[in-house]
């Protein structure tokens, strides 16, 4: 067959300028196609080679679909609904094979569309040139930052990212800057439920946090990353400004002692929340104070109550070495019988790793995640390691 450049139709929603809310029937749309009756055994080898040009390539539209008719046949969608625009040789292909050509509808509707496709047909002309499908995404809540001219269309804006994102169940506009003591920022809901108590897992980590009254940001993923990785296990950390522990957490899971403390008491309690949730007790001690009180009285305080040594975690190499031994002491034992009904003898517990060092009394790192204002913290340094001379 000659190699023919064909068109395939570009489906588009139909245009509702001028909508205050989602009605999902008014996004129905048909395309009217050619489709050749086909049978069975003859469907895929046909569309795959002789009709592989003129078959229709649309993402997510089946191109061969059951026929109305007949369970022995299928229908093989082509690009077009004219069948006189389809070349000759295929024509004459399917005159030679005695199948037939019917028309066919495919039917679209609002779940076919992509948000953006949504947005482009109800929004304003002179709001087209980008459409508001950005967020951010704090567990199930999806956190737009719209600008001014797209106010007056939010509440459709939501609907539409919650429409078109499984994953999302609250939709969320920030209202203000952050700039209060406490970090947080005021916001509306779009749509969805109104449920702030979002859980998200980072490095490893569960966070559980109120986003209404905390501050977290899901773009530092890579920056809380980075840092904690420069900390080594048997290190001391204290973190001034912990928020809901992105740092403190993983550290803590890492093996470094941590001292972690931040104003808001929300955040407060999310931060002790998340010690406990990922079960890092033993390695995070939390508080609810000022950055610069923590910062005074964190080196004499880790100096007068030290962190216990580091304890390695004990590895799977440890692990199979008890085992092994546990499963050599069994076979010594003269009343030990290897068959299939005897079931391995339980293995002792690894033994546990010998302590790295002493115990922790001394901070090697000061976390200050603050950018704007940190500068103002600076004299908090001042003279905290006076005291232990």
């Not at 008719?69 to 077009?80: A, C, I, P, R």
């Not at 930052?145 to 609250?170: C, M, S």
Request: proline residues 8%.
């Amino acid at each position: 067959m000659a190699s023919t450049k064909v068109q395939q139709p570009v489906p588009e929603p139909p245009i509702r300028r001028g909508l205050t809310s989602i009605d999902k029937s008014l996004f129905e749309t048909e395309i009217p196609v050619v489709a050749a009756r086909i049978p069975l055994k003859q469907t895929t080898e046909l569309s795959r080679n002789e009709l592989k040009k003129v078959v229709l390539r649309i993402p997510r539209i089946q191109s061969i679909v059951a026929d109305d008719e007949s369970s022995e046949l299928k229908k093989v969608l082509f690009y077009t609904h004219d069948k006189t625009q389809l070349p000759a040789e295929v024509l004459q292909l399917l005159a030679d094979k005695q199948i037939d050509m019917v028309d066919h509808k495919i039917k679209l509707g609002y779940d076919y569309w992509t948000a953006d496709q949504i947005l482009q047909s109800v929004l304003p002309e002179d709001l087209l040139d980008e459409s508001p499908t950005s967020f951010t995404q704090i567990g199930h809540i999806a956190h737009l930052n719209l600008r001014d001219e797209y106010l007056p269309h939010r509440l459709l804006i939501g609907q539409v990212i919650l429409d078109k994102n499984k994953a999302i169940r609250t939709v969320v506009n920030k209202l203000d800057t952050i700039d209060n003591t406490f970090r947080n920022f005021k916001m509306e809901v779009l749509a969805g439920e109104e449920d702030f108590v979002a859980q998200i897992s980072e490095s490893n980590c569960t966070f559980r946090f109120d986003f209404s009254q905390v501050y977290w940001n899901s773009r530092l993923q890579g920056e809380h990353q980075r840092l904690v990785e420069t900390f080594s296990p048997n290190e001391v950390v204290v973190d001034a400004f912990a928020g809901v522990g992105p740092f403190a957490v993983p550290a803590g899971k890492k093996g470094c002692a941590v001292l972690a403390s931040d104003l808001n008491p929300s955040s407060a309690e999310a931060l002790r929340g998340n010690v406990e949730l990922n079960k890092v007790q033993h390695n995070v001690r939390t508080g609810n104070a000022d950055a610069r009180d923590w910062i005074c009285q964190s080196v004499l305080s880790i100096w007068k109550q030290p962190f216990p040594a580091y304890m390695p975690p004990i590895t799977s190499r440890a692990r199979g070495r008890a085992a092994h031994e546990a499963l050599k002491q069994a076979k010594a034992d003269p009343t030990f019988t290897a068959t299939s009904s005897t079931p391995p003898p339980p293995p002792p517990p690894a033994p546990a790793p010998e302590p790295e060092g002493p115990a922790r009394n001394l901070v090697d790192h000061f976390v200050m995640n603050l950018p704007v204002s940190t500068i103002e913290f600076l004299d908090a340094f001042r003279g905290i390691y006076r005291p232990l001379f």
